[in-house]
């Protein structure tokens, strides 16, 4: 299958701060990427979609000037978190799908994010 | 929002026994999958039933889908320790492209060797 890549595994940053997460197609081209939340024990909430060349559109609920999404490639999207505070501390996911309606998922390894 | 309700929400069970999950859905969907995830991991895809099919195998799972009743199950036979992990179905509605995915709220499934 697909490989989607996701940098860093995990993160600490100080509250204030801000954090870029990246998310690699890695052999394939990914006109759409999505980044989900997860937090422990539950399920994945998708945040937003992110769209090559052109803004990415938020989930309800989801503030996009402090999760910024930038997607200028097809095969890189990056999730910003800006200003960072403890209750953003989550795992954060990100994923690719291939062509077609009847296509997998294919997701990255996921980045633990814990702000002190 | 997450239309997908699963149960058990935790599963334990001895190495070698079956483990039956379920999934149920609110929304028309264009096919359903399944994947795992194992502790602070990302997901990996098991399984996808389109919804002009029931039933799916590979290898030791077997998914079913009841369009009528909004729900699908996995069956994971002769389980190992090596099965322990979480699970999630997910829904793709029609007319939906490029991947978005409604997750259900997991079942964790514990096999002890």
């Known amino acids: 299958g697909a490989v989607v890549s996701q940098h860093p595994s995990w993160v600490i940053c100080k509250s204030g701060t801000s954090v870029k997460i990246e998310c690699r197609s890695l052999d394939f081209q990914a006109t759409t990427m999505f980044w989900y939340r997860q937090f422990p024990k539950q399920s994945l909430m998708l945040m937003a979609t992110s769209n090559e060349g052109s803004k990415a559109t938020y989930e309800q609920g989801v503030e996009k000037d402090k999760f910024l999404i930038n997607h200028a490639s097809l095969t890189l999207s990056t999730l910003t978190v800006t200003s960072a505070h403890p209750e953003d501390s989550s795992f954060y996911i990100c994923?690719?799908?291939?062509?077609?309606?009847?296509?997998?998922?294919?997701f990255g390894q996921g980045t633990r994010l814990t702000v002190v | 929002s997450q239309q997908g309700e699963e149960d058990p929400q935790a599963l334990s069970i001895q190495e070698g026994e079956n483990a039956t999950m379920n999934c149920s859905y609110k929304?028309?969907?264009?096919?359903l999958q399944w994947y795992r995830q194992n502790s602070g991991r990302g997901l990996v895809h098991l399984i996808l039933?389109?919804?002009?099919?029931r039933e799916k195998h590979s290898g030791r799972l077997r998914v079913t889908l009841d369009t009528s009743k909004k729900s699908s199950s996995l069956l994971i036979t002769a389980s190992r320790a090596a099965d322990t992990a979480s699970y999630f179905c997910?829904?793709?509605?029609?007319?939906?492209?490029?991947?978005?995915?409604?997750f259900g709220q997991g079942t964790i499934l514990t096999v002890h060797p």
């Open positions: 997910a829904t793709r509605a029609g007319g939906t492209s490029y991947g978005k995915l409604t």
């Open positions: 929304t028309s969907i264009n096919n």
């Open positions: 994923s690719a799908s291939g062509l077609g309606i009847n296509t997998e998922a294919f």
């Open positions: 039933i389109r919804s002009n099919e």
